[in-house]
């Protein structure tokens, strides 16, 4: 049971002179339950890689399965793939329309066809577990601060129970307590649900932290895919691509470069700290 | 999805016609839709092709960029050509069940259908070889007498530039929010009109509130910098003729009296 792309490019502006590829032959094997960071620089193909997993977008070239059926198949319903692959656009706060939080989450859900008990019932589940407090459900969305907007639209995806669940950048344009939360939040649904999480942020910081997997793009391929600790090893590399390793890495490097004998794997804070301290004893 | 729709009518390629200046192509067009209705008879609009067929020739723009634009008014094109054809009195050709042809008839539809052809194809040169920008700047600079009526001519010719400069803007929007709807299940293309008008909402909610926030930032950003109207405002590239601009005048000058001595010396009504 998973997410496989198979040999997937696409271009955009077939039959002009504007033709851009921008996904290169992609293979990606996503299995149920990891949590991966997609990273990549401005224009890799990041965004246009996570609308083919919902069938937003059609391959020009390749094929994608889910669960082994390929979802541009004739009969194969991409409805019910766009419950099963659940996709948060950039600032998703932009896509609120209804007249208070509670029916805007309800939008998906009743999307689905399920009857109003169960519609409401999964919106009160999800706004739930973004953790918007219940005073907040029948105010209208454009009232709310901009991180609590960006819950309710995430919670407009989740009332639809995603078994996949992939956040394009959902940390952009907050504060860096908005990113906290909004980061904390989703590495907690996807502990309690146990589903595929697949996050896409063009910070390492963000995703060091969190993810089990690192898949580098650039320039619409696929150049790393390992784990993070694997992926952050190749410093240079991913420099040159603009992308940069988390912040307390370029540390690790800058006092071993002093003279310091510390090892430079550490990804996070503290894992850093354990080695400092290792290297102090 | 939506992207493809190309609405942005320019067409980027390097030649005489491009390099006008917008006032003379604007001039241009006037003249040559006024030329349409002066000449009445085969002659008048065989010149008129002769000299539509030379602009686009000098303009490197693919014909089939101005047939693009015919799309759009073909419909109009056949709904007049058939009222024309079927509802002008006169001498009966023939007949198709109540309606009859009449050779007055065949005449009006025919003259109007290439009217309106040429009169497309016409000002589909015109915004084919010259950017929007271009074009409110022409027109700015051409109104510019009307303000001492107190038509507000700078204010008018900012908000068309505006306008034009946000269509794609907002085609990219909907595109965005389109996508993002769909990836909660909505679909925008099922069931009657009433659903589908229905389905609209979640569309159109969110880009109404996108079009305003923008504008207001816009807004925001040109106060900012101080923008204050037109009054004493200077331009980084001010409009001026050149030698070819002025050559333009003559020929135009020279097409028109030819136009109009056809339409005045050969008898009105009959074409063909």
Redo the contacts between chains.
């Keep these: 049971m998973a997410l496989i792309l198979d040999h997937v490019t696409y271009e955009y502006g077939r039959g002009t002179e504007l033709l851009v590829r921008a996904l290169n032959d992609v293979n990606l094997v996503i299995p149920d339950g990891q949590f991966i960071g997609l990273i990549g620089h401005t224009g890799s193909g990041k965004s246009t890689l996570v ?1 083919h997993l ?1 069938g ?1 977008l059609a391959p020009t070239s390749g094929h994608i399965y889910y669960n082994g059926e390929d979802i541009h198949d004739k009969d194969f319903s991409r ?1 019910r793939l ?2 099963k692959v ?2 948060v ?1 950039q600032y ?1 706060e ?4 209804e007249t208070d939080v509670f029916t805007d989450v309800c ?2 859900p009743r ?2 066809g399920l009857d109003r008990k169960e519609t409401e019932l999964r919106a009160y589940e999800a706004l739930k577990q973004v953790g918007l407090p219940d005073d907040c459900f029948y105010q209208p969305p ?1 009232d709310l601060s901009g991180g609590q907007k960006r819950r309710v639209a995430i919670a ?2 989740l009332a ?1 129970k995603p078994e996949v669940l992939v956040l394009d950048e959902p940390t952009a344009g907050l504060d860096p307590r908005g990113r906290d939360e909004i980061l904390g939040l989703v590495a907690s649904i996807r502990e309690e649900q146990n589903i595929t999480v697949i996050l896409v942020s063009h910070s390492m910081d963000d995703v060091a932290e969190y993810v089990d997997r690192v898949v580098v793009m650039n320039k619409g391929s696929v150049c790393f895919d390992d784990t993070p600790k694997r992926v952050f090893a190749h410093r240079e590399e991913l420099e040159t691509m603009g992308l940069s390793v988390p912040q307390v890495t370029d540390i690790m490097h800058a006092l071993k470069k002093a003279g310091w004998d510390v090892g430079t794997d550490a990804i996070t804070i503290e894992e850093a700290k354990e080695e400092i301290l290792r290297r102090l004893k | 999805m939506i992207r493809d729709i190309t609405l942005g009518q320019y067409y980027q390629t390097d030649s005489v016609v491009h390099r006008l200046d917008p006032r003379v192509k604007l001039i241009a067009t006037l003249l040559f839709i006024c030329s349409l209705f002066v000449v009445n008879q085969a002659a008048g609009y065989v010149v008129a092709v002769v000299f539509l067929a030379l602009a686009i020739r000098l303009s490197h723009v693919p014909f089939r960029f101005m047939v693009r634009g015919m799309r759009a008014i073909l419909f109009l094109l056949v709904l007049t050509f058939g009222f024309n054809l079927f509802l002008t009195p006169g001498e009966a050709v023939f007949q198709v069940w109540k309606l009859t042809v009449t050779r007055e008839g065949i005449t009006m539809a025919v003259k109007m259908a290439v009217r309106l052809s040429l009169l497309i194809i016409g000002s589909s040169v015109m915004t084919l070889t010259t950017t929007p920008n271009n074009l409110t700047d022409g027109l700015e600079r051409l109104l510019k007498p009307l303000q001492k009526l107190r038509v507000p001519v700078h204010e008018i010719a900012m908000m068309m530039s505006i306008a034009l400069r946000f269509i794609p803007i907002l085609l990219e929007e909907t595109d965005k929010i389109m996508k993002a709807q769909t990836a909660r299940g909505a679909s925008f293309d099922e069931g009657n009109l009433l659903q589908r008008a229905k389905s609209m909402v979640p569309l159109l909610v969110p880009l109404f509130i996108s079009a305003f926030r923008r504008a207001n930032d816009l807004a925001m950003a040109m106060e900012a910098r101080c923008y204050r109207g037109g009054d004493g405002r200077t331009k980084m590239k001010p409009l001026h003729y050149e030698k070819r601009d002025y050559l333009t005048y003559v020929v135009l000058l020279a097409y028109f009296a030819v136009c109009i001595v056809i339409g005045r010396i050969m008898p009105w009504g009959r074409i063909f």
């Design positions: 609308q919902n937003l409805r766009r419950s659940g996709l656009f998703p932009h896509q609120l329309f939008f998906g999307n689905l454009f407009g995806v639809m």
